[in-house]
């Protein structure tokens, strides 16, 4: 089979040249494969998680378990979507240790400085990609449904750079349920 060089690429959606494991702020919007309501409903304007939703928001919970350099923030599991602020932060090695189901605690990946050994900066994809592969995989477990997708494929991120930023963020993830019947 011939390679088409016309083929349609996929459009970046990553600023280009950004380096996502560096210190900071990022906003990142997951949905579901086909915007399936898949982790529970809305019911006067407060989310009612079923047994997938609380998969998704214990595996939230781990990820400083295993990814030891980010911090958790404001975050809501929707219906057919997951809004996070998440908090990268490489000098003081995270800060939020809540450990949930999903993952079990591993070695250190170091990787060679000029100081000797450091341990490795993993950047927003790898969380991203932890947080969908790990939720995926105990939702399939449970529905019986191995290697179905529970994702789409891209996630939506924001780089936080102010304040003002930040709380306009937060505010939006607390009021999305609320907002959900309007949307």
């Avoid at 341990?119 to 191995?146: D, M």
């Amino acid at each position: 089979m011939e390679y088409s060089t016309n083929r349609p690429r996929r459009k970046a959606i990553r600023l280009k040249g950004y380096d996502y494991s560096r210190n900071g702020l990022y906003y990142v919007t997951i949905c579901t494969k086909d915007r399936k309501r898949l982790f529970g409903e809305i019911s006067d304007g407060k989310m009612m998680k079923n047994e997938f939703g609380e998969i998704l928001e214990s595996v939230w919970n781990g990820l400083p378990s295993h990814y030891p350099n980010i911090i958790l923030h404001e975050h809501v599991v929707m219906p057919d979507h997951f809004h996070a602020i998440i908090q990268i932060d490489n000098e003081h090695n995270g800060g939020n240790a809540s450990v949930g189901d999903g993952f079990k605690p591993s070695p250190t990946d170091m990787q060679p400085s000029e100081s000797g050994m450091q341990p490795t900066k993993h950047g927003l994809t790898e969380f991203v990609r932890a947080l969908k592969t790990f939720s995926a995989r105990k939702i399939n477990e449970l529905r019986q449904t191995q290697g179905t997708p529970v994702w789409q494929r891209n996630y939506y991120e924001h780089i936080i750079r102010n304040d003002d930023e930040y709380y306009k963020t937060v505010n939006y993830i607390r009021e999305n349920p609320k907002k959900w019947e309007s949307d």
